[in-house]
């Protein structure tokens, strides 16, 4: 099935302004609030899943990780399956596969500039890796288990290194790469073509987002002052509680 785009633009932009607000939601003031404390308030004062785990325990930050993760898979899983089998007209161009990515950066640009916090939200790194473990995942089934492993991957990082800040990128900029080379495999004969360009653009506002982001944990890192996350410390947190 053949769509064009001059007439079904509204549809993108409708996807495009629900994903942003439902990435306005913060879990983290959410829940932080529930435990009776403004998580902006505590500790680095960054509303996410490193300083709700730093400030609440290692439950608490899991339990905050997967909402935002969430917030990046239903807009993926929304644009993936609206739009599956169709291509722009004239070309062989899947509009799931600019769809879904689309739907996806509106909800981490709603997560990092939300209008109901005055523009001043978390950082997007969870949310980001629920649109890529989502997006790629649409691709063939045995995608999944791989995304499962670079997220472990990440998480093995931070257990070793200690540098929530850099895993994330690095995870970020992984998961990128990784469906940005299934992109140019899949449409290397026509690279060339507006829409592989502009959803390339997509993929790199992902990661351009999420640096910007994390501009002054990446200052902090070349000075020896950034924030250490200790999976160590905080399971030793949670048994010492017990």
Request: glycine letters at 10%; proline letters at 2%.
């Amino acid at each position: 099935m053949f769509i064009s785009f001059a007439s079904s633009w509204y549809w993108f932009v409708l996807g495009a302004v629900v994903s942003y607000f439902l990435g306005c939601f913060n879990f983290a003031v959410l829940i932080s609030k529930i435990k009776h404390k403004d998580i902006r308030h505590e500790g680095s004062g960054n509303p996410g899943t490193m300083n709700m785990s730093r400030t609440f325990g290692l439950k608490i930050g899991l339990i905050n990780f997967f909402c935002d993760a969430f917030k990046g898979i239903i807009p993926v899983m929304c644009g993936y399956l609206i739009f599956s089998g169709m291509n722009f007209e004239g070309t062989t161009f899947l509009v799931s596969d600019f769809a879904r990515y689309l739907f996806g950066l509106f909800a981490v640009i709603g997560h990092i500039f939300p209008v109901t916090m005055k523009f001043r939200g978390g950082k997007g790194i969870a949310t980001t890796l629920g649109v890529f473990t989502c997006g790629i995942s649409c691709e063939v089934a045995w995608f999944i288990p791989l995304a499962i492993a670079l997220l472990l991957g990440i998480v093995l990082y931070i257990y070793v290194f200690e540098w929530g800040s850099m895993a994330s990128l690095i995870g970020v900029s992984s998961f990128t790469i990784w469906q940005g080379i299934i992109y140019f495999l899949r449409y290397q004969a026509v690279i060339e073509s507006t829409w592989v360009i502009v959803t390339f653009m997509v993929l790199l506002a992902f990661n351009l987002l999420t640096w910007i982001a994390h501009r002054a944990n990446l200052y902090r890192l070349m000075g020896g002052e950034e924030h250490r996350t200790s999976i160590k410390k905080l399971a030793h947190k949670k048994r010492a509680k017990q």
